[in-house]
Every structure is written in C-alpha cells, then in structure tokens.
C-alpha cells in the first residue's frame, strides 16, 4: 500500500476507478444490444486516430476521439438501415480500423513503447490533464447513462416499440454510438484499446447470474467493475505486472467465481427440494 503515497500512482487508482464506473453502465445497453464486441470495432478505428496523430505531430488522444467517433456514427448508420447486418459492419470496421492503425503508425516516428501504451493501457503514465479529461469525461457517461435508463433501455430492447411510444429512437442511437466512442478513448490509458470492450461487457455478464431486472443489473455491474479496477490497480501494484491486463484478468475471475458459486448453488437447493409427488387423475386407481 505503500506505492499508494505516489501521485502517479493515485492518478492510476482514481483513474481506473473512473472507468471500472463507466464502462459497465454503457456496456449493459450493448450487451442488450448484443453489440458486445462493438467496443473493439470502434477501439481499432481509435488506433487509426492515434496512428493518425502521431503521424502529423497532433494529439494522439484528441484524434482517436474524432476517429472513434466518426467510426462509431457509421456503424450505427448502417446498421439503422439494414444495408449489412450488424455482425458484418462490425468486421469492416473491426479490420478496417486495425489496418489503418497499423499502416499509420508504421508511417510515423512513434516508437514500440509508444504505440504498446495505447494498446495494452498506461495507468502509470496518466497525468493529471490526463485525469481531468477522464473523470469528466467518464462522469459525464455515467450520468448519462443513468439519467436516460428508461429510454436507453427501451431502445435497446425493442426499436419498434421505442419508436410507437415516440421515443428519438434514432438520436437516442446516435447518443450510444457516440458514448461508446468516448468511453473507450478516455479508456485507452487505463486497459488499452485492445481490452476495453472486456472492461464494458465481463461485469455486466457477471452480474447476470445472479440478478434478474435491469435495473439491479446495472447497479451489480457498476460495482463488479469498480472492484475490478481497483483490485487489478492493486494487483499491478504489488506483483509489478501490466494494471490494464490485471483489471481485466480480475474481473473475468470474479465472473468464474461467480458463475461456479451460481451453479453449486442451484445444485444443492435442487437436491434439497424434495420431489413434487404427481396428483392422481380422477380415474386413476391408488393402491396401497
């Protein structure tokens, strides 16, 4: 705990508790609309945006919002209108963004240690301009999240329905896109690109097991993935390993645990539920 005294080391902490908050609050809804992967189709149009910044001397991480966003918006409009299924733009965006991080960052001066920070996270290395933007950002997402429940979970639930009760079912759409874009560039510091739809999703399919309405599944993954970050912060801390990988191997850990303890559980009330004895029909002869 003594690591903890270090600024840089707070800056990690508050940082990741910031996001452990945020991304399960968004990730319900694509989970809900079984768009769990989207986060890592728009995290590799990310890596093109910081490909692009590193490429013209920019910052990496104000081009990869723009990147992300932009990325976000298009699949979201394809997806509406029904040109491609959402499986498939996923895959476009998915390969489309990989290779065009790859081929601008190989046309840039970035170095390995550079473009591994994006990739895999950095907590260590947030400053504090860095943590402003990530608790305002992360802040605004959970607020949004949350105040808009109702809505967001109509929408994702059933489209058709959300637009007969006169919902913006398209903006509220667009609201989601653009969510996703921002969570997962604020989360590149923290998990990197390439592990922040682990961090939206796991905690949310962790709280499934043992919850059963929305609401109560929301609160269940916020708090899974602020114990996730802190606990995997602390883990990195101690056995000197990567925070962004640590925060994501703790929470997949705590969905076997809970998952294992679910089914032991279900057994054993099983086996002491006695048998229903079967009712006899009317013209059913009882022997005795």
């Not at 733009?89 to 290779?99: D, K, Q, V």
């Amino acid at each position: 705990m003594e690591l903890f005294q270090y600024p840089y080391m707070q800056r990690a902490l508050i940082g990741a508790l910031v996001i452990g908050l945020a991304a399960p609050a968004l990730g319900i809804y694509l989970v809900q609309r079984r768009l769990a992967l989207i986060g890592d189709g728009v995290g590799h149009v990310a890596l093109t945006g910081v490909g692009a910044g590193l490429l013209l001397n920019r910052s990496p991480v104000l081009v990869a919002v723009i990147a992300a966003t932009i990325g976000a918006i298009a699949i979201e409009v394809v997806r509406a209108r029904g040109r491609t299924s959402g499986d498939l733009a996923l895959a476009l965006l998915f390969y489309g963004g990989i290779a065009g991080g790859v081929l601008l960052v190989g046309l840039s001066d970035a170095t390995s240690a550079n473009l591994n920070a994006y990739l895999f996270g950095s907590l260590t290395t947030i400053s504090p301009d860095d943590l402003v933007t990530i608790a305002v950002l992360g802040a605004a997402i959970l607020v949004t999240m949350i105040a808009l429940r109702p809505a967001l979970f109509a929408v994702s639930h059933d489209e058709e329905y959300a637009r007969v009760s006169g919902l913006p079912v398209r903006t509220l759409n667009l609201l989601i896109a653009v969510a996703t874009a921002v969570t997962v560039t604020i989360a590149m510091r923290a998990v990197g690109v390439l592990l922040i739809s682990a961090l939206m999703v796991v905690p949310v399919a962790t709280a499934q097991q043992v919850t059963r309405g929305f609401r109560s599944t929301m609160v269940a993954a916020m708090a899974l993935g602020f114990f996730a970050a802190g606990s995997g912060v602390w883990v990195a801390a101690t056995a000197d390993t990567a925070p962004g990988a640590s925060v994501v191997l703790v929470a997949i850990a705590s969905f076997l645990v809970v998952a294992v303890a679910g089914g032991v559980w279900r057994t054993l009330r099983r086996r002491a539920t006695p048998a229903a004895t079967p009712t006899p029909e009317p013209h059913e002869v009882v022997l005795s």
